[in-house]
């Protein structure tokens, strides 16, 4: 049974800060790169962030130096650091589980971000 579970998103003021989790079970965590995407409203979902198995990490131009991602590989467990907050990441962030090189892919079921001006 796989299973990502996303939680931490709110309503924070601009220039504030979150952090996102994303707890999973149910697949082989190390074998897979874990990613942070994102949906904002009439817009296409987008990557934002992603840690790769060999633990190499990337992010969206719009994001870099305020957002990071972190695993913890003891809880299975992915993590994204949200600083300085801006009106335009307000989205709906899923996490997602990719098994590099293949077509297996899992989903978490999201959660709300809503940065106020």
């Known amino acids: 049974d796989v299973q990502l579970q996303a939680f931490g998103g709110g309503l924070v003021q601009a220039g504030g800060s979150l952090r996102l989790s994303c707890a999973t079970s149910?697949?082989?965590?190390?074998?897979?790169?874990i990613g942070w995407y994102r949906q904002a409203p009439g817009k296409e979902r987008e990557r934002v962030s992603c840690?790769?198995?060999?633990?190499?990490?990337y992010s969206i131009d719009s994001v870099k130096g305020r957002f990071t991602i972190s695993v913890d590989n003891a809880k299975s467990t992915v993590y994204l650091q949200m600083n300085s907050l801006k009106p335009e990441d307000t989205a709906i962030y899923y996490c997602n589980a990719l098994l590099v090189g293949s077509l297996n892919e899992y989903w978490g079921q999201g959660t709300l971000v809503t940065v106020s001006s």
């Open positions: 149910g697949f082989p965590f190390d074998d897979y790169a």
């Open positions: 840690v790769n198995s060999d633990g190499t990490t």
